[in-house]
Protein backbone atom coordinates (compact mmCIF):
# COMPACT_ATOMS: atom_id res chain seq x y z
CA UNK A 1 0.00 0.00 0.00
CA UNK A 2 1.56 3.47 -0.96
CA UNK A 3 1.11 5.30 2.21
CA UNK A 4 3.03 8.76 0.39
CA UNK A 5 0.43 11.18 -1.53
CA UNK A 6 1.35 12.11 -4.87
CA UNK A 7 0.28 11.85 -8.29
CA UNK A 8 -3.45 13.25 -8.83
CA UNK A 9 -2.91 10.84 -12.13
CA UNK A 10 -2.59 7.85 -9.72
CA UNK A 11 1.12 6.88 -10.68
CA UNK A 12 2.41 7.19 -7.22
CA UNK A 13 6.27 6.58 -6.02
CA UNK A 14 5.25 3.15 -5.48
CA UNK A 15 4.93 2.42 -8.86
CA UNK A 16 8.31 3.61 -9.44
CA UNK A 17 10.11 1.92 -7.47
CA UNK A 18 8.78 -1.61 -8.82
CA UNK A 19 10.01 -0.68 -12.15
CA UNK A 20 13.17 0.28 -10.60
CA UNK A 21 13.86 -3.67 -11.43
CA UNK A 22 13.61 -2.80 -15.23
CA UNK A 23 16.21 -0.65 -16.78
CA UNK A 24 14.68 -0.30 -20.03
CA UNK A 25 11.42 0.97 -18.54
CA UNK A 26 13.33 3.46 -16.14
CA UNK A 27 14.89 4.81 -19.14
CA UNK A 28 12.46 5.62 -21.12
CA UNK A 29 10.91 7.40 -17.80
CA UNK A 30 14.25 9.42 -17.59
CA UNK A 31 14.75 10.02 -21.42
CA UNK A 32 11.39 11.91 -21.94
CA UNK A 33 11.72 13.77 -18.58
CA UNK A 34 15.23 15.01 -19.95
CA UNK A 35 13.47 16.01 -23.25
CA UNK A 36 11.00 18.10 -21.40
CA UNK A 37 13.81 20.22 -19.42
CA UNK A 38 16.14 20.24 -22.43
CA UNK A 39 13.37 21.35 -24.68
CA UNK A 40 11.71 23.29 -22.78
CA UNK A 41 8.23 21.55 -23.23
CA UNK A 42 5.90 19.98 -20.31
CA UNK A 43 3.83 16.72 -19.90
CA UNK A 44 -0.29 17.93 -19.85
CA UNK A 45 0.12 15.12 -16.90
CA UNK A 46 2.28 17.33 -14.93
CA UNK A 47 0.09 20.38 -15.41
CA UNK A 48 -2.70 19.19 -13.04
CA UNK A 49 -2.21 19.31 -9.32
CA UNK A 50 -3.69 18.48 -6.04
CA UNK A 51 -3.91 21.14 -3.46
CA UNK A 52 -4.55 19.66 0.47
CA UNK A 53 -5.65 22.50 2.74
CA UNK A 54 -4.86 21.16 6.26
CA UNK A 55 -5.65 23.20 9.69
CA UNK A 56 -3.02 24.96 11.62
CA UNK A 57 -4.75 24.12 14.74
CA UNK A 58 -6.76 21.12 14.22
CA UNK A 59 -10.67 21.57 15.66
CA UNK A 60 -10.51 25.54 15.09
CA UNK A 61 -10.86 26.05 11.28
CA UNK A 62 -9.47 29.51 10.20
CA UNK A 63 -8.62 30.80 6.46
CA UNK A 64 -5.50 32.56 7.70
CA UNK A 65 -4.55 29.10 9.93
CA UNK A 66 -4.38 26.73 6.70
CA UNK A 67 -1.48 24.97 5.54
CA UNK A 68 -1.46 24.65 1.63
CA UNK A 69 0.33 21.76 0.84
CA UNK A 70 0.94 21.37 -3.10
CA UNK A 71 0.34 17.64 -4.40
CA UNK A 72 2.42 16.88 -7.81
CA UNK A 73 3.22 13.86 -9.88
CA UNK A 74 5.84 11.90 -8.42
CA UNK A 75 8.01 11.80 -11.63
CA UNK A 76 8.56 15.42 -11.93
CA UNK A 77 9.35 16.35 -8.34
CA UNK A 78 11.26 14.09 -8.30
CA UNK A 79 12.99 15.81 -11.11
CA UNK A 80 12.29 19.16 -9.90
CA UNK A 81 14.45 17.81 -6.35
CA UNK A 82 17.46 16.62 -8.60
CA UNK A 83 17.50 19.66 -10.26
CA UNK A 84 16.72 22.69 -7.94
CA UNK A 85 17.08 20.78 -5.11
CA UNK A 86 20.37 19.01 -5.33
CA UNK A 87 22.08 20.57 -8.14
CA UNK A 88 21.44 23.86 -8.55
CA UNK A 89 22.22 24.20 -4.50
CA UNK A 90 25.31 22.18 -5.01
CA UNK A 91 26.29 24.49 -7.29
CA UNK A 92 25.32 27.67 -5.44
CA UNK A 93 27.51 26.33 -2.66
CA UNK A 94 30.29 25.94 -4.78
CA UNK A 95 30.14 29.82 -5.59
CA UNK A 96 29.20 31.11 -2.47
CA UNK A 97 25.83 32.25 -3.76
CA UNK A 98 24.16 31.40 -0.41
CA UNK A 99 24.61 33.66 2.31
CA UNK A 100 26.10 32.56 5.51
CA UNK A 101 22.74 33.78 7.55
CA UNK A 102 20.42 31.29 6.23
CA UNK A 103 20.60 27.63 7.33
CA UNK A 104 17.78 25.76 5.92
CA UNK A 105 17.43 23.51 2.60
CA UNK A 106 21.23 23.20 2.87
CA UNK A 107 23.60 20.23 3.09
CA UNK A 108 24.83 19.85 6.34
CA UNK A 109 22.53 22.82 8.34
CA UNK A 110 20.56 21.96 10.90
CA UNK A 111 17.80 23.31 12.73
CA UNK A 112 18.68 22.75 16.03
CA UNK A 113 22.39 24.57 15.07
CA UNK A 114 20.23 27.47 14.22
CA UNK A 115 18.75 27.51 17.53
CA UNK A 116 22.48 27.04 19.28
CA UNK A 117 23.38 30.13 17.63
CA UNK A 118 20.98 31.91 19.52
CA UNK A 119 21.40 30.14 23.15
CA UNK A 120 25.22 31.03 22.06
CA UNK A 121 24.58 34.81 21.16
CA UNK A 122 22.25 35.20 24.38
CA UNK A 123 25.16 33.71 26.33
CA UNK A 124 28.12 35.75 25.34
CA UNK A 125 25.66 39.00 26.05
CA UNK A 126 25.51 37.92 29.48
CA UNK A 127 28.96 37.50 29.45
CA UNK A 128 30.15 40.78 28.51
CA UNK A 129 26.85 42.64 29.65
CA UNK A 130 25.91 44.09 26.34
CA UNK A 131 23.14 45.70 25.94
CA UNK A 132 21.05 44.34 22.60
CA UNK A 133 17.90 44.27 20.89
CA UNK A 134 16.36 41.20 19.67
CA UNK A 135 13.72 40.73 16.86
CA UNK A 136 12.21 37.61 15.76
CA UNK A 137 10.09 37.09 13.07
CA UNK A 138 8.01 34.89 10.73
CA UNK A 139 7.16 35.24 7.04
CA UNK A 140 3.46 34.10 6.20
CA UNK A 141 3.33 31.37 3.18
CA UNK A 142 6.91 32.28 2.24
CA UNK A 143 6.68 29.11 -0.19
CA UNK A 144 3.51 30.54 -2.14
CA UNK A 145 4.44 34.15 -1.94
CA UNK A 146 7.78 33.31 -4.20
CA UNK A 147 7.56 35.34 -7.29
CA UNK A 148 8.47 32.86 -10.04
CA UNK A 149 9.77 35.47 -12.65
CA UNK A 150 11.83 36.74 -10.49
CA UNK A 151 12.48 33.39 -8.66
CA UNK A 152 13.90 31.73 -12.33
CA UNK A 153 15.91 34.49 -12.95
CA UNK A 154 17.66 34.23 -9.15
CA UNK A 155 17.75 30.30 -10.18
CA UNK A 156 19.24 31.15 -13.47
CA UNK A 157 21.95 33.41 -11.33
CA UNK A 158 22.84 30.13 -9.50
CA UNK A 159 23.97 28.07 -12.65
CA UNK A 160 19.83 26.53 -14.00
CA UNK A 161 19.80 26.50 -17.64
CA UNK A 162 17.28 28.70 -19.49
CA UNK A 163 15.00 26.21 -20.85
CA UNK A 164 14.75 24.34 -17.41
CA UNK A 165 13.25 27.74 -15.72
CA UNK A 166 11.39 28.27 -18.85
CA UNK A 167 9.76 24.76 -18.03
CA UNK A 168 9.12 25.31 -14.35
CA UNK A 169 7.32 28.99 -15.78
CA UNK A 170 5.05 27.38 -17.72
CA UNK A 171 4.10 24.98 -15.58
CA UNK A 172 3.59 27.90 -12.69
CA UNK A 173 1.47 29.38 -15.89
CA UNK A 174 -0.86 26.24 -16.79
CA UNK A 175 -1.10 25.06 -13.18
CA UNK A 176 -4.92 23.55 -12.71
CA UNK A 177 -5.04 23.27 -8.85
CA UNK A 178 -7.62 21.03 -7.69
CA UNK A 179 -8.78 21.75 -3.96
CA UNK A 180 -8.80 18.30 -1.43
CA UNK A 181 -10.40 18.75 1.79
CA UNK A 182 -12.20 16.49 4.57
CA UNK A 183 -14.94 15.99 1.77
CA UNK A 184 -12.85 14.94 -1.14
CA UNK A 185 -10.94 16.44 -4.19
CA UNK A 186 -13.06 19.34 -6.24
CA UNK A 187 -13.66 18.47 -9.52
CA UNK A 188 -13.68 22.15 -10.55
CA UNK A 189 -10.09 23.68 -10.37
CA UNK A 190 -8.57 27.36 -10.72
CA UNK A 191 -5.26 28.16 -11.72
CA UNK A 192 -2.65 31.52 -12.78
CA UNK A 193 -4.13 31.92 -16.35
CA UNK A 194 -5.82 35.16 -15.34
CA UNK A 195 -3.89 36.49 -12.01
CA UNK A 196 -0.90 34.51 -9.94
CA UNK A 197 -2.61 33.67 -7.20
CA UNK A 198 0.31 31.23 -5.90
CA UNK A 199 4.06 31.01 -6.39
CA UNK A 200 6.40 28.06 -5.75
CA UNK A 201 4.10 25.43 -4.59
CA UNK A 202 5.02 24.58 -0.97
CA UNK A 203 5.47 20.81 -1.09
CA UNK A 204 7.37 20.68 -4.56
CA UNK A 205 11.15 19.45 -4.09
CA UNK A 206 12.08 22.71 -5.68
CA UNK A 207 10.56 25.77 -3.34
CA UNK A 208 13.24 25.03 -0.57
CA UNK A 209 16.09 26.15 -3.15
CA UNK A 210 14.17 29.03 -4.49
CA UNK A 211 13.49 30.03 -1.30
CA UNK A 212 17.44 29.97 -0.01
CA UNK A 213 18.49 31.65 -2.86
CA UNK A 214 15.33 34.67 -2.38
CA UNK A 215 16.82 35.02 1.44
CA UNK A 216 20.35 34.87 0.71
CA UNK A 217 19.88 38.34 -1.19
CA UNK A 218 18.17 39.48 1.08
CA UNK A 219 20.87 38.81 3.82
CA UNK A 220 23.06 40.38 1.43
CA UNK A 221 21.29 43.35 1.39
CA UNK A 222 20.92 43.45 5.19
CA UNK A 223 24.50 43.08 5.87
CA UNK A 224 24.32 47.00 4.92
CA UNK A 225 22.83 47.40 8.28
CA UNK A 226 24.34 48.02 11.77
CA UNK A 227 23.46 44.64 12.83
CA UNK A 228 25.50 42.59 15.87
CA UNK A 229 29.31 42.64 17.16
CA UNK A 230 30.12 39.73 19.59
CA UNK A 231 33.83 40.01 21.18
CA UNK A 232 35.96 38.05 22.41
CA UNK A 233 38.06 37.89 24.54
CA UNK A 234 40.70 36.99 22.31
CA UNK A 235 41.58 40.46 20.72
CA UNK A 236 41.64 39.18 16.81
CA UNK A 237 38.33 37.59 17.84
CA UNK A 238 35.05 38.40 16.65
CA UNK A 239 31.56 37.84 14.98
CA UNK A 240 29.72 39.76 13.03
CA UNK A 241 26.47 39.57 11.51
CA UNK A 242 23.19 40.92 11.10
CA UNK A 243 20.77 38.00 11.84
CA UNK A 244 20.13 34.13 11.03
CA UNK A 245 17.46 31.92 9.62
CA UNK A 246 16.40 28.47 9.33
CA UNK A 247 13.95 28.89 6.16
CA UNK A 248 11.68 31.99 7.04
CA UNK A 249 11.99 31.54 11.00
CA UNK A 250 14.63 34.57 11.10
CA UNK A 251 16.05 36.17 13.89
CA UNK A 252 17.54 40.15 13.60
CA UNK A 253 20.25 40.98 16.08
CA UNK A 254 21.38 44.61 17.19
CA UNK A 255 24.38 45.16 19.13
CA UNK A 256 27.94 46.83 19.91
CA UNK A 257 30.13 47.56 22.61
CA UNK A 258 29.68 50.59 24.61
CA UNK A 259 25.34 51.13 22.86
CA UNK A 260 22.68 51.55 25.07
CA UNK A 261 19.20 50.00 24.94
CA UNK A 262 17.59 52.91 23.60
CA UNK A 263 19.84 53.52 20.47
CA UNK A 264 19.48 49.65 20.20
CA UNK A 265 16.09 49.78 19.78
CA UNK A 266 15.67 52.74 17.50
CA UNK A 267 18.06 51.60 15.26
CA UNK A 268 16.54 48.21 14.77
CA UNK A 269 13.07 49.56 13.88
CA UNK A 270 14.97 50.87 11.03
CA UNK A 271 16.58 47.49 10.46
CA UNK A 272 13.32 45.72 11.15
CA UNK A 273 11.49 47.81 8.52
CA UNK A 274 14.02 46.86 5.87
CA UNK A 275 13.71 43.11 6.15
CA UNK A 276 10.02 43.83 5.80
CA UNK A 277 10.66 46.08 2.91
CA UNK A 278 12.98 43.61 1.30
CA UNK A 279 10.25 40.69 1.65
CA UNK A 280 7.23 42.54 0.65
CA UNK A 281 9.55 43.01 -2.85
CA UNK A 282 10.07 39.34 -3.09
CA UNK A 283 6.72 38.90 -2.79
CA UNK A 284 6.27 37.91 0.65
CA UNK A 285 4.75 39.30 3.66
CA UNK A 286 5.11 39.46 7.50
CA UNK A 287 3.46 37.07 9.98
CA UNK A 288 2.86 40.11 12.32
CA UNK A 289 0.95 38.08 15.01
CA UNK A 290 4.10 36.08 15.17
CA UNK A 291 6.66 38.86 15.19
CA UNK A 292 8.30 39.55 19.01
CA UNK A 293 11.37 41.02 20.01
CA UNK A 294 13.35 41.09 23.77
CA UNK A 295 15.33 44.53 24.66
CA UNK A 296 18.31 43.61 26.87
CA UNK A 297 19.41 46.05 29.72
CA UNK A 298 21.67 46.52 32.18
CA UNK A 299 22.10 47.60 35.89
CA UNK A 300 23.94 46.99 38.99
CA UNK A 301 23.52 47.00 42.43
CA UNK A 302 25.40 48.89 45.15
CA UNK A 303 28.06 45.82 45.80
CA UNK A 304 28.76 45.72 41.98
CA UNK A 305 26.87 42.27 41.16
CA UNK A 306 24.82 42.88 37.24
CA UNK A 307 21.64 42.05 37.25
CA UNK A 308 19.31 42.19 33.70
CA UNK A 309 16.40 44.33 33.72
CA UNK A 310 13.45 42.42 33.56
CA UNK A 311 10.92 44.96 31.74
CA UNK A 312 8.63 45.90 29.05
CA UNK A 313 8.30 49.31 29.29
CA UNK A 314 9.77 52.16 27.48
CA UNK A 315 10.41 52.76 23.74
CA UNK A 316 8.55 50.40 21.48
CA UNK A 317 9.02 49.17 18.21
CA UNK A 318 6.28 49.55 15.43
CA UNK A 319 5.98 48.17 11.51
CA UNK A 320 4.47 49.00 8.65
CA UNK A 321 3.51 45.88 6.28
CA UNK A 322 3.01 45.93 2.54
CA UNK A 323 0.91 48.31 0.60
CA UNK A 324 -0.17 50.19 4.12
CA UNK A 325 2.91 52.73 5.18
CA UNK A 326 0.34 54.61 7.02
CA UNK A 327 -0.76 52.28 9.81
CA UNK A 328 2.13 50.99 11.92
CA UNK A 329 1.65 47.95 13.89
CA UNK A 330 3.25 47.62 17.73
CA UNK A 331 5.17 44.71 17.78
CA UNK A 332 5.05 42.66 21.26
CA UNK A 333 7.99 43.16 23.39
CA UNK A 334 8.90 40.34 25.69
CA UNK A 335 9.97 40.11 29.27
CA UNK A 336 13.64 39.02 28.97
CA UNK A 337 12.52 35.97 31.66
CA UNK A 338 10.45 34.61 29.17
CA UNK A 339 11.06 31.88 26.33
CA UNK A 340 9.41 32.07 22.90
CA UNK A 341 8.93 29.39 20.45
CA UNK A 342 11.79 29.62 18.14
CA UNK A 343 11.87 26.57 15.32
CA UNK A 344 10.93 24.37 18.16
CA UNK A 345 12.70 25.43 21.37
CA UNK A 346 11.91 28.31 24.04
CA UNK A 347 14.66 30.33 24.93
CA UNK A 348 14.90 33.44 27.42
CA UNK A 349 17.68 35.72 26.92
CA UNK A 350 18.48 35.37 30.71
CA UNK A 351 19.52 31.91 30.30
CA UNK A 352 16.82 30.01 32.00
CA UNK A 353 15.00 27.00 30.35
CA UNK A 354 11.40 27.28 32.35
CA UNK A 355 9.21 27.63 29.36
CA UNK A 356 10.98 24.92 27.83
CA UNK A 357 10.48 22.78 30.73
CA UNK A 358 7.13 23.10 31.52
CA UNK A 359 6.12 22.73 27.22
CA UNK A 360 8.08 19.26 27.76
CA UNK A 361 6.35 18.45 30.64
CA UNK A 362 3.11 19.37 29.42
CA UNK A 363 3.97 17.14 26.19
CA UNK A 364 4.90 14.47 28.64
CA UNK A 365 2.18 14.28 30.14
CA UNK A 366 -0.13 14.28 27.62
CA UNK A 367 1.64 11.47 25.55
CA UNK A 368 1.28 9.51 29.10
CA UNK A 369 -2.04 9.70 29.29
CA UNK A 370 -2.36 8.55 25.18
CA UNK A 371 0.30 6.00 25.38
CA UNK A 372 -1.93 4.29 28.38
CA UNK A 373 -5.44 4.44 26.72
CA UNK A 374 -3.55 2.71 23.16
CA UNK A 375 -4.72 -0.50 22.11
CA UNK A 376 -1.47 -1.30 20.65
CA UNK A 377 0.52 -4.33 21.30
CA UNK A 378 3.98 -4.45 22.92
CA UNK A 379 5.68 -4.40 19.49
CA UNK A 380 4.15 -1.30 18.40
CA UNK A 381 4.57 0.22 21.65
CA UNK A 382 8.33 0.12 21.64
CA UNK A 383 8.48 0.73 17.69
CA UNK A 384 6.95 4.22 18.71
CA UNK A 385 8.90 4.94 21.73
CA UNK A 386 12.01 4.64 19.85
CA UNK A 387 10.99 6.19 15.64
CA UNK A 388 8.35 9.05 16.99
CA UNK A 389 8.49 10.05 21.03
CA UNK A 390 12.76 9.49 21.37
CA UNK A 391 13.00 11.39 18.25
CA UNK A 392 10.79 14.25 19.39
CA UNK A 393 12.44 14.40 23.04
CA UNK A 394 15.85 14.70 21.62
CA UNK A 395 15.42 17.27 19.10
CA UNK A 396 15.81 20.06 21.49
CA UNK A 397 18.34 18.83 23.89
CA UNK A 398 21.45 19.83 21.88
CA UNK A 399 20.36 23.31 22.61
CA UNK A 400 18.93 23.31 26.02
CA UNK A 401 20.36 22.71 29.71
CA UNK A 402 18.03 21.25 31.60
CA UNK A 403 19.42 20.66 35.15
CA UNK A 404 19.83 16.73 36.09
CA UNK A 405 16.52 17.09 38.32
CA UNK A 406 14.37 18.51 35.20
CA UNK A 407 15.82 15.61 33.67
CA UNK A 408 14.61 12.92 36.20
CA UNK A 409 11.47 14.26 36.61
CA UNK A 410 10.82 14.61 32.67
CA UNK A 411 12.02 10.94 32.16
CA UNK A 412 10.12 9.88 35.49
CA UNK A 413 6.77 11.47 33.63
CA UNK A 414 6.43 9.37 30.58
CA UNK A 415 8.87 6.22 30.78
CA UNK A 416 7.31 4.04 33.52
CA UNK A 417 3.57 3.83 31.13
CA UNK A 418 6.17 3.28 28.41
CA UNK A 419 7.80 0.52 30.22
CA UNK A 420 4.46 -1.20 30.73
CA UNK A 421 2.96 -0.85 27.90
CA UNK A 422 6.00 -2.63 26.38
CA UNK A 423 6.10 -5.42 28.70
CA UNK A 424 8.70 -4.71 30.73
CA UNK A 425 8.99 -4.25 34.59
CA UNK A 426 9.35 -0.61 35.84
CA UNK A 427 11.23 -1.75 38.50
CA UNK A 428 14.19 -3.24 36.73
CA UNK A 429 17.50 -1.63 37.69
CA UNK A 430 17.81 1.38 35.90
CA UNK A 431 21.98 0.07 34.41
CA UNK A 432 19.91 -2.77 32.64
CA UNK A 433 17.17 -0.03 31.20
CA UNK A 434 19.81 2.13 29.50
CA UNK A 435 22.68 0.39 29.09
CA UNK A 436 23.70 -0.71 25.71
CA UNK A 437 22.37 -3.83 23.88
CA UNK A 438 26.25 -4.98 23.55
CA UNK A 439 26.15 -5.37 27.41
CA UNK A 440 22.75 -6.61 27.76
CA UNK A 441 20.76 -3.40 28.40
CA UNK A 442 18.00 -2.37 26.51
CA UNK A 443 19.13 0.51 25.59
CA UNK A 444 16.18 3.02 26.03
CA UNK A 445 16.05 6.88 26.14
CA UNK A 446 17.91 8.39 29.02
CA UNK A 447 17.37 12.39 29.28
CA UNK A 448 20.17 13.74 31.46
CA UNK A 449 23.00 11.47 29.08
CA UNK A 450 21.23 12.35 25.77
CA UNK A 451 21.42 16.08 26.86
CA UNK A 452 25.35 15.88 27.20
CA UNK A 453 25.88 13.26 24.01
CA UNK A 454 24.20 16.02 22.01
CA UNK A 455 25.94 18.47 23.51
CA UNK A 456 29.22 17.03 22.87
CA UNK A 457 28.62 16.03 19.61
CA UNK A 458 27.66 19.83 18.58
CA UNK A 459 30.56 21.56 20.12
CA UNK A 460 32.94 19.12 18.11
CA UNK A 461 31.29 19.33 14.80
CA UNK A 462 30.95 22.94 14.69
CA UNK A 463 34.71 23.93 16.46
CA UNK A 464 35.92 21.51 13.24
CA UNK A 465 33.66 22.90 10.71
CA UNK A 466 34.92 26.49 11.97
CA UNK A 467 31.52 27.71 10.77
CA UNK A 468 29.66 30.74 12.45
CA UNK A 469 28.17 28.30 15.39
CA UNK A 470 31.78 26.98 15.71
CA UNK A 471 33.07 30.90 15.98
CA UNK A 472 30.57 31.86 18.58
CA UNK A 473 31.67 28.78 20.67
CA UNK A 474 35.02 29.75 20.32
CA UNK A 475 33.89 33.53 21.70
CA UNK A 476 32.10 32.32 24.58
CA UNK A 477 34.47 29.53 25.89
CA UNK A 478 37.31 32.78 25.96
CA UNK A 479 35.04 34.33 28.08
CA UNK A 480 34.82 31.46 30.21
CA UNK A 481 37.73 31.56 30.54
CA UNK A 482 38.58 34.47 31.41
CA UNK A 483 36.35 35.05 33.95
CA UNK A 484 37.52 31.62 35.41
CA UNK A 485 40.63 32.81 35.84
CA UNK A 486 42.69 29.25 35.51
CA UNK A 487 45.63 28.86 33.94
CA UNK A 488 44.57 25.97 32.57
CA UNK A 489 42.06 25.31 29.39
CA UNK A 490 38.71 25.14 30.87
CA UNK A 491 36.92 21.81 29.77
CA UNK A 492 40.55 20.25 29.53
CA UNK A 493 39.93 19.71 33.48
CA UNK A 494 37.60 18.72 36.18
CA UNK A 495 35.89 22.10 37.30
CA UNK A 496 33.59 21.88 40.00
CA UNK A 497 34.80 24.45 42.08
CA UNK A 498 35.97 26.73 39.54
CA UNK A 499 32.10 26.97 38.07
CA UNK A 500 31.14 28.20 41.15
CA UNK A 501 32.62 31.78 40.16
CA UNK A 502 31.70 32.10 36.55
CA UNK A 503 28.66 32.43 34.88
CA UNK A 504 26.42 29.70 33.94
CA UNK A 505 26.31 29.14 30.48
CA UNK A 506 25.84 25.84 27.32
CA UNK A 507 29.67 25.56 27.43
CA UNK A 508 29.85 25.24 31.51
CA UNK A 509 26.77 22.77 31.00
CA UNK A 510 28.69 20.75 29.00
CA UNK A 511 31.80 21.26 30.99
CA UNK A 512 29.91 19.61 34.29
CA UNK A 513 28.92 16.91 31.52
CA UNK A 514 32.38 15.69 30.58
CA UNK A 515 33.38 15.86 34.47
CA UNK A 516 30.41 13.74 35.09
CA UNK A 517 31.60 10.98 32.74
CA UNK A 518 35.36 11.61 33.61
CA UNK A 519 36.17 13.25 30.16
CA UNK A 520 37.13 16.47 28.79
CA UNK A 521 37.48 18.67 25.52
CA UNK A 522 41.09 20.29 24.83
CA UNK A 523 40.75 22.76 22.48
Not at 30 to 38: G, I, R
Not at 59 to 88: K, M, Q, W, Y
Not at 244 to 259: I, N, P, Q, S
Not at 315 to 340: H, V
Amino acid sequence: RERTSSSPSGRHYGHYHTLLRDNDITGYIASLANFCFTWGVTMKRWEKVTHTIIPKDPGTPRITHIRRITLIEADLNVCLSELFGRRLMANAEQHGILHKAQFGSRQGKMAISTVLLKRLSYDIIRQTRMDACIFDNDASACYDRIIPSIAMIKSQRAGMSRTAANVMLTLLLRMEYHVRTAYGVSTEAFSNLNDWLLGGMQGGGHTGALWALTSSIMFDQMDNTPGAEFHSAHPQRTSNRAGEAFVDDTTLWLLKMGMILTVAIALMQTSAQRWERLLHATGGALNLTKCFWYGIEWTFTPAGEPKMVNTTEGPTITLTQGTDPDNPAPIQCISTTTGKRTLGVRLAPDGNDNDEYLYRMQQATKMKQRVKAAPLGREYIGIGFRAIWQMMMQYPLGATCFTPQQCSKLQATYLPTFLSKMGINRMTATAVRHGPLDLGGMETFHHETEQGIQHSKLVLAHMRKHDEVGRMLHISIEHLQLQAGVSWPVLSKPGHITRKYVDPCYATHTWEFLDSINSHIRL
